[in-house]
């Protein structure tokens, strides 16, 4: 076994070993994986460590840690809450996004493969008791981010993503799809029972989980369609404020924390 870690701002996770193949996921500075599979020269099967998430990514876009490394940088988490800032040593500057893992910081440096980097922007620690009353605060730093299937930052993102880099950004990890998220917690039986921070599940014609958004006060909703933006939420699902429609047909809401 292998592992490795993202050393670049933001690195698409394919389908497929290929350039061309749809981008599922996203890796962010910082996010460390485990490496399955070698294909060809370039590519490389990873399971990404925050989220258990299986795809491929370029080989030169990771570079290689040592076990150790890697269990150690699992077991304690910063995570930057800028929503862009950089590190930046002598020979390199990296822009890196709001979500960003900040391995091995302390006294405003982080170190890769003892490499080291200056961060001197605003980050946040994984938490045994994640404080939902951030929740809010976070999601809103993403309004307008456009939508992008697989995105998880802020100049691109999908639902589940959205909903997993917020969670994040509070210390909870998240699966990556909102079938998979929704999955875990409790069921709430009426949207009326809902807070602010929980999360609310919608589905197709096929009765399959196919959207996630995250509930706020007063019968309304944050979530990733087009762009992220506030919609209304009752128990039919979600009303389009712009096109006067429901967009979205509610399956069930759950509270996370």
């Given amino acids: 076994m292998k592992y490795g870690i993202c050393h670049l701002s933001v690195v698409p996770c394919r389908l497929e070993p290929s350039d061309s193949s749809e981008m599922v996921t996203q890796l962010l500075f910082g996010e460390t994986v485990k490496i399955y599979e070698e294909k060809r020269a370039d590519w490389r099967k990873i399971k990404t460590a925050h989220d258990n998430y299986e ?3 370029d080989k030169k876009q990771i570079i290689e840690i040592t076990e150790e490394e890697f269990s150690s940088l699992n077991s304690s988490s910063f995570v930057s809450t800028d929503l862009v800032h950089v590190v930046k040593n002598d020979d390199l500057v990296i822009p890196i996004v709001i ?7 302390g006294n405003d440096y982080i170190s890769i493969n003892e490499v ?12 045994s008791s994640p404080d939902k009353n951030k929740l809010i605060e976070n999601a809103f730093m993403y309004l307008n981010s456009p939508y992008l299937w697989g995105g998880r930052s802020p100049f ?18 998240l699966p990556r799809d909102a079938s998979q998220q929704a999955k875990i917690g409790q069921t709430l039986s009426f949207v009326e029972e809902s807070e602010p921070g929980d999360l609310a599940f919608f589905d197709n014609e096929e009765g399959n989980i196919i959207h996630v ?12 369609s087009g762009c992220v933006r506030i ?7 979600i009303y389009n404020v712009d096109t006067n429609r429901y967009s979205h047909r509610l399956r069930l809401i759950k509270k996370i924390l």
């Fill in 156 to 173: 691109g993102i999908d639902c589940s993503g959205f909903s997993q880099i917020v969670y994040k950004l509070v210390g909870f990890s």
């Fill in 55 to 57: 795809c491929w990514v």
């Fill in 99 to 105: 979500g960003s893992s900040l391995p091995n910081f």
């Fill in 116 to 127: 080291k980097y200056n961060y001197d922007g605003n980050s946040t620690q994984a938490s």
């Fill in 213 to 224: 958004g995250i509930v706020l006060e007063n019968n309304k909703i944050i979530h990733a």
């Fill in 231 to 237: 919609d209304k939420l009752d128990h039919q699902g």
